[in-house]
């Protein structure tokens, strides 16, 4: 690690080849912490390169334990974290108003490395069990048309790097790294990121899959669909900005979407958004954020298509009921 150190202190980069490397190293445990430390340090002082991040999820596919959720399209809607703007788990809950819907969901998630509580957090908080068991991940898939796929528990070196990413409490290259790596390879993906240099990475990285994917990026620096700016939307077939009011009917105020100062706040906020009894402002960027994951499937003639499926699915209970038969299924 000396040496790979000494050379991007030079402001070297690493090719695809050296950086798959060094991370199915770390995946490892080869490097002790301090060297992990500061090779993630380099990438908080400069951008990463697309071989670089090219590298790193070779290494994290390579190394992950693989899920096979066969007969099923599913979809995943992630963020990439890391925006500092500690919301409610908008990208989870917007998970269950699609399953809500009838459209198979494998969440990929971690515990939050810069923000309260992460998907894991929540998730864990509401009772749910992390679990790599292929056949009870598939089971909840078709029971309650959602199952929970717990990082670590897939990618060693996500594991390896938890407590050193927990104690940094910044973004770091595994943020924009958790989108790209979900073991259940995902037919559609909604991918939330926290910068327009990040977006334009992320283009060219899903462009090169054979996946249907959207990006999203909250042009006030949100990961995701906040409706307190406009949203810059990138598809397979193009790039456009759209409207708070095209998303969600109308502009949020930042303050309305925090997320609670404790994994016991978010919990709650979650279970009471989930059922029904969200505010105004939550309810609409929670529907925003479901309605363009299931207008990316192709299954919606228009967005204001998929945005009523969304509103149906939350309002009629449908997505709380697929929260409680996941959680039944524990």
Known sequence: MKKILQYLFEHKTLNREQAKDVLVNIGKGIYNEHEVTAFMTVYLMRSITIEELQGFRDALLELCVPVNLSGHATIDIVGTGGDGKNT?????????????????????????????????????????????????????????????????????????VGPIRKNLAMRTFFNMLGPMVNPADPAFQLVGVFS?????????????????????????????????????????????????????????????????????????????????????????????????????????????????AAVESLESGKANESLKKLIALQ
């Open 88 to 160: 409610f788990n908008i990208s989870t809950l917007s998970c269950f108003i699609v399953a809500g819907t009838g459209q198979k969901v494998a969440k990929h998630g971690n515990y939050g490395a810069s923000s309260v509580s992460g998907a894991s957090n929540v998730m864990e908080q509401l009772g749910y069990t992390f679990k790599a068991d292929n056949d009870k991940l598939k089971k909840e898939v078709e029971e309650a048309g959602i199952c929970f796929l717990h990082a670590p528990l897939f990618h060693p070196a996500l594991k390896v």
């Open 196 to 308: 327009l240099e990040m977006a334009r990475i992320y283009n060219y990285l899903l462009q090169q899959t054979e996946k249907s994917f959207t990006i999203i990026h909250s042009l006030d620096g949100y990961d995701e669909i906040s409706l307190t700016n406009d949203t810059k939307v990138i598809t397979n077939e193009g790039e456009r900005i759209m409207t708070p009011e095209q998303l969600g009917k109308r502009t949020v105020d930042p303050q309305d979407i925090q997320g609670g100062n404790t994994l016991e706040e978010a919990a709650k906020i979650f279970s009471k958004i989930v059922s029904g009894e969200g505010s105004w402002a939550q309810n609409a960027v929670v529907l925003a954020n479901a309605a363009m994951a299931l207008y990316c499937t192709g299954n919606y003639t228009s967005y204001d298509g998929a945005y009523q």
